[in-house]
């Protein structure tokens, strides 16, 4: 697989603060990758993240819910390789990669419908 096509790459997520550093921050914390579903309205704002584990803490959109949590990014990996190993064109989880903002995405603004 390019390496292109991976969700994590070591440059991703080079602003992304590690995990528990910004628990003080509320709604003033700020997702620097964002991750997205090709088959719902899915989103994923990273907001913390091991590099040793792969765990990111993220605020996850869903069908107008909202819920902050840790997810596996190798799983999300995994699930898009095996679309791939079974020639789907197109995998069903992506990074954003063009329409990040420098400074992030303020999540209190997400929690409001400011931000999608």
């Known amino acids: 697989m ?10 991703a997520f080079n602003k992304v603060p590690k995990l528990y550093s910004t ?7 700020r997702a620097f990758v964002k ?9 994923d704002y990273i907001l913390e ?3 040793e584990e792969g765990i990111a803490f993220a605020l996850t959109t ?3 819910e909202q819920e902050l949590g840790y997810i596996s990014i190798p799983e ?3 699930v898009n390789d095996n679309f791939r190993k079974h ?3 197109c995998p069903p989880i992506q990074r954003e990669m063009h329409g ?11 929690k409001e419908g400011k931000i999608y």
């Open 76 to 78: 999300m990996q995994e």
């Open 35 to 43: 991750f997205f579903s090709n088959f719902s309205d899915r989103r």
């Open 49 to 51: 993240y091991d590099p």
């Open 2 to 11: 390019a390496k292109s096509n991976k969700l994590w790459m070591k440059t």
């Open 87 to 89: 020639r789907f064109p």
């Open 23 to 29: 628990e003080n921050q509320g709604d003033n914390a």
């Open 62 to 64: 869903e069908n107008g």
């Open 100 to 110: 990040t903002p420098k400074e992030g995405y303020r999540i209190g603004d997400v």
